[in-house]
């Protein structure tokens, strides 16, 4: 299959670093020229990753076109491409919904919405989509855990919850960065939070559907150093607020606010 990605930024590179590793057959991908040194890096990684002069040579030289710009340069970007009929189109773009990328992207397909994270490139972590496409799983299956949803507004939920990518490691920065207020070295401050966070992280990869509360039981002894942090946490509204920061994404997702806003004035 000849497959497209109109944008070359870090989710581009973590799913095209996926599939090629995943050694995916009779896969020919083209790039978009726009991050030529990130483009160029992959081109010369995998014989599989050709970069194109422009970004209307990656349409019209794939079957399948992957969008994956910036919410903020895609009306720029998309109105000045000329899709085919017989394309189909699939759209890394958070804050685009289907009815919009469709009216951008006529007279081709749109196949769905697809919502990967950067883990892809370790053929990890989930990767949502809507409306579920039994063909379109199978193409994403091989560089994460696929879950299809018919509801674009859960789709949206799940765009919104990979916003906390960040502020988990910002977490594990301010957990480092205590213990060695502590007189830890440096180096063994990094290497045991990431060593904790990601041991207790592999207990949670087991999903049962009933959410997440026996591990919090498991993990906070009675009268214990857990249960005690976890409590004050709660008491000072911390997880309240990420609630409240995870509604003002998902009203970004759907137009009802933007970078501007903020938890006070949302």
């Known amino acids: 299959m000849d497959v497209g990605f109109i944008g070359a930024g870090a989710i581009t590179e973590a799913v095209v670093t996926g599939l090629c590793e995943a050694r995916a057959s009779a896969l020919s991908i083209l790039l978009s020229p726009r991050n030529r040194e990130r483009s160029r890096n992959l081109s010369e990684r995998y ?9 209307q040579q990656v349409v019209d030289r794939s079957e399948m076109v992957i969008l994956a710009v910036r919410p903020q340069v895609a009306e720029a970007v998309l109105a000045a491409l000329k899709f085919r009929p017989e394309q189909r189109v699939v759209s890394f773009i958070a804050t685009l919904g289907s009815a919009e990328i469709r009216r951008r992207v006529r007279p081709a397909l749109l196949a769905g919405r697809v919502a990967p994270v950067p883990p892809a490139a370790q053929r990890k972590g989930p990767i949502a989509m809507c409306p579920p496409n039994d063909q379109l799983a199978k193409f994403f299956d091989p560089i994460g855990t696929v879950i299809q949803v018919s509801d674009e507004a859960q789709l ?49 990869t087991q999903p049962s559907g009933e959410g997440f509360a026996e591990l919090v039981a498991e993990h906070a002894t009675r009268a214990g150093i857990n249960e005690q942090l976890r409590r004050e946490l709660l008491a000072v509204g911390f997880y309240d607020q990420v609630h409240a920061g995870l509604d003002l994404i998902q009203a970004r997702m759907q137009g009802r606010a933007n970078y501007e806003d903020t938890l006070k004035k949302a």
Do not use: C, H
Not at 174 to 188: I, P, T
């Open 47 to 55: 014989a599989a990753v050709e970069v194109a002069a422009d970004n």
């Open 156 to 204: 949206d939920a799940f765009f919104s919850v990979s916003a906390l990518m960040a502020p988990y490691f910002e977490l594990l920065e301010s957990v480092s960065a205590w213990l060695r207020a502590q007189g830890v070295e440096a180096a063994q401050a990094d290497t045991y939070t990431g060593s904790l966070f990601r041991a207790i992280a592999e207990k949670s």
